[in-house]
């Protein structure tokens, strides 16, 4: 058939290929180029349990990029031999059966070769955990996350620590109702992608997560299941230790928090007990005054039983605030307390009628809670 | 409007021909064809409008065009515009214009139920587009998990519970009509394996829907009595289950995507053979996978919740079903490839689209095979990954489908040919900006950026695949604009294409352009598969083909000096389109004031009645 190919259609097979190496070089240098800094990529697991879906990713990768070539090789194929030119004649045949058998067997073996370690996976990553690990209770609120150490005593947010080497549970409750509105709680899903694939919190339901890491490191995370306004700003930093540094950690989050006599905090200090009238809320019935002492603890592991909000026992030794959205520092938390729901839209801090002063006091306070 | 003669009905039946009130009363498939096409293409570039704001927001982190409120308003209709108010449409109306004329039919079973349908979609369209103005569209997503859209504030999730069921109801009618139609008005010999591929997809979809449709109407009306009347189905602290939601909504929603992408399989599977000229490879084999996948398409749903902690057996379960449903997606794709095997390619703009949607619908099939790894899974649902998976499939896929039966059949609408040069242009236009706008995001869903949020921080390493994502949009934009002015510009200038300009194999280019209200001037009888390309070929014993009269073409032109005389045809009504008012009415009672329930209730039962007493035919 092929015998007098005119000369065009050889230039036009050289210029596909060449074209097609050269988006392949492009793409593969931007894939390099980008290895760097990816804090919260699935491609770079960090522990055990992110580790073992990267492997059946990779695995499932490959044997998806040979069929890929394959495939669209022979659809190529097929458009560049095929095309119409003077003379020729399209072959009447309506199918073939052997071909066609085989086209069905072959997927449905290589589906089968992927499904098995698939199946072993899934009962690895949700078996019984080992009896030597750490327990941590997650509650997911509108828009931020609280973690209970109940073998520790510590109560803490939006930053999880743990020990290097360790296997962590995650007790994932779903609160059935929100602690601020009495409305039904949402859907959550916890997610620190480097540790270990998502899982979701359903009111209600109590949901297990394992999750791991190798070395001493930080690693970002954030809510996965849509949740409302601020679920782009529901966001969560995981710390992982030396086993010392963990135990050290501990200790600081268990001592009393830090009292403040006199200056801007002391001032502060004041305010925080002191009532204030409500500019705004989200949260539509409720009181039309606050103290921020309503939400929030200052006291190590306690919450704050009707309206809560995280406990600020240890504030200042957090690196950021407010579902790990912003970085703790003045400015941020000044802008914070002065329109929180400017900044994070649908947030149930409500905003206080706090004059500039106050919102200084308050910084200072919050930054002398180390 | 023309004088309209007196005929036992409630009213005097409308007689129009031509012009808006007879757009407005006909019940002929091919104008209500044409109205749902119309329809669904302005609620496209609605859709892309609300798309474009949106990859506006996310080009560069923190963006700031639109709001958190304004982004979860328009990711969200944007969705349900996509889904519900375009490629269900755009399916159901190539559809409409094409199933009759391809089985050798008048019209379809039940004529004014399908334009009843048609009205009811409109209708159901603008109202939920009508919460825009009054006081905020849907916000909670077009999957509305509960208890989140329960209790979302504002009327947005009232109107999606309500503007789904209305967009319902016209999905189940149509439904019953396509069953119907399909299976009783085949011309003579046209029997199930005679078919054309199109027409035994639209077939197993109208199954999809008369079954998908009343499990997702049960969860809607159960988030409307939570919403509306302070029930708690999916309440928790009351005794609800929020997962309940999700296995009522996948249970529809999983074989929704079947019913998105298996019209567009069918066109695909038309236009192939034509511009290969060659026979569908392995009919049997692309018709019975067809109907395979439309069963398994209900043992899959839990594969959207494998972060819901259903259990290791669950999860698997699910896993090894969503990984089998891949092999008789896998035997499309070969048989695709096996109908270009050999054969006379032409690439016409149709060929183009329909070579596009294979090769797109590769990539959203491999990727849908990753999400069946369930490990693997809990990192990529709900993130980007997901975003770029289920756009190859619909948008690479059934979009693409679908605009190669646009070209393809658009001769045989309205008599001339779109432009090839401007076809060409929209095609590889479309082909790039879409991988643009669509792989990047599987890179960015891997790299962890989760979808339906409405910013992200500098840092992460997302920045460039957004930007290109960006990008592509908006090249996408451009390329529906060089339709829309193909459109326009074939209206006045476009070549005649006379009843036949591809060397189609099925009955509808029999016919001539535009099709005749009657369809055929004689009822054809049938004696083979692609009848049509039977009647102008013979294959002899050496697999020579030759035309059976010089020039090709039979049949095409001969009936032109009589129009039809003596065809009785049903008759126009007014009553379809004053009954479809009803349901909008009721659900505006919903949301506003009781009364309006009443209202609404009222004028659909009194238009239903006048209905039974009109006579579907006018007598001569």
Redesign the interface.
Known sequence: MAKTKPAYSRTFTRRAVRGALVLLLLLSATACARSEDVPQSSLEPAGEFARAPDVLWNVTLAIAAVVFVLVQGVLVFALIRFRHKEGRKAAQFHGNTKVEVALTVVPALILAGLAIPTVGTIFDLQGDPATDVMRVEVIAHQFWWEFNYPEQGVTTANELHIPVDQEVVLELQGAATDAVDGNAEVIHSFWIPRLGGAQDMIPGHTNFLRISADEPGRFMGQCKEFCGLSHANMRVVAYSHTQEDFDAWVEEQNAPAAENASGDAGAGQELFTETFDVRSTVVEEGADAYQCASCHAVQPGVEVPLRTGPNLTHFASRSTFAGATFENNAENLAAWLRDPHGVRPGSKMPALDLSEDEINDLVAYLQSLE | MATAAAQGGLFRRPTATTGWWSWVTTVDHKKIGILYCATALAFFVIGGIEALAIRTQLAVPNGTTL???TY?QFFTMHGLTMIFLVVMPLGVGIMNYLAPLMIGARDVAFPRINAFSYWVFLLGGLFLYSSFFLGGAPD??WFG?A??S????GNGMTFYALGLQILGVASLLGAVNFIVTILNMRAPGMTLMRMPVFIWMTLVTAFLLLFAMPVIAVALFELMFDRVYNANF????TGG???LWQHLFWLFGHPEVYIMILPAMGIISDVLPTF??????????IVFAGIAIGFMGWGVWAHHMF???L??VA??AF??ST??I??PT??K???W??T????????NTPMLFA?GF??MF??GG??G??H????????????YYIVAHFHYVLFGGAIFGLFSGLYYWWPKVFGKLLSEGLGKVHFWLMFIGFNLAFGPMHILG???????????PD???WN?WNLVATVGAFIIAVSIAVFLVNAVRTKRKGREAGADPWDGRTLEWSTPSPAPAYNFAEVPIVKARDDFWHRKYV?KPD???TPVVAGGAVAAHEDEHDPGHGIHLPAPSFLPVLAAPGLPIMAYGVIYSWPLIVVGGLLLLLALFGWVLEPSEVEH
């Open positions: 709001t958190a409120e979860n909670g997503g998990y208890p989140l329960t209790q979302l504030p999916f309440n928790p602290a289950d929020p997962v290969s000229r060659k026979p569908i490879f392995g009919y049997a084999a972060a819901v902690g259990g290791p999860n698997s896993a090894l990984m089998f891949a092999v896998g035997v794709i070969f048989n490839l096996g270009m095997w050999k054969g006379d390619l032409h690439f070579i294979v090769s590769i990539i491999l990727s095979v990753t069946a790894i369930v490990p693997s899974d809990a990192q990529q649902t709900d993130t891997l790299e962890g950026m989760p979808r339906r949020t409405y910013t992200y840092g992460m390493g460039l294959v697999e020579q083909v």
